[in-house]
Nanobody, 120 residues
Framework: QVRLVESGGGLVQPGGSLTLSCAAS????????MGWYRQAPGKQREVVST???????NYADSVKGRFTCSRDNAKKMVYLQMNNLKPEDTAVYYC??????????????WGQGTQVTVSS
């Protein structure tokens, strides 16, 4: 069974930094795209960043220049370095990964979410 486990959330002051990590485990034959979404109270879940298996990244306009998404394919991990955090970045952050298991079919798996709160 495949699991994604996130870590690194917390409370930070405006202008501060946090790094989120997400590790995939289980019977994994191949990992495709990975990335991060977030959901603020009363809002829909939105994409923050995606990264392909080759390392190509995309970012939401609201985080460009402040957030950096990276991955370690050997460790099956994805990271989100968040700098110059703003109160509007407050949300539950979810990692995802497109993973092929023994059947060869690719499925999208999600982490449990980690809270990021930006407040003074």
């Amino acid at each position: 069974q495949v699991r994604l486990v996130e870590s690194g959330g917390g409370l930070v002051q405006p202008g501060g930094s946090l790094t989120l990590s997400c590790a995939a485990s289980g019977v994994i034959f191949r990992v495709g795209a990975m990335g991060w979404y977030r959901q603020a109270p009363g809002k829909q879940r939105e994409v923050v960043s995606t990264i392909t298996s080759g390392g190509n990244t995309n970012y939401a306009d609201s985080v460009k220049g402040r957030f950096t998404c990276s991955r370690d394919n050997a460790k099956k991990m994805v990271y989100l370095q968040m700098n110059n955090l703003k109160p509007e970045d407050t949300a539950v952050y979810y990692c995802y990964a497109d993973i092929a298991t023994a059947s060869g079919t690719m499925y999208t798996y999600w982490g449990q979410g980690t809270q990021v709160t930006v407040s003074s």
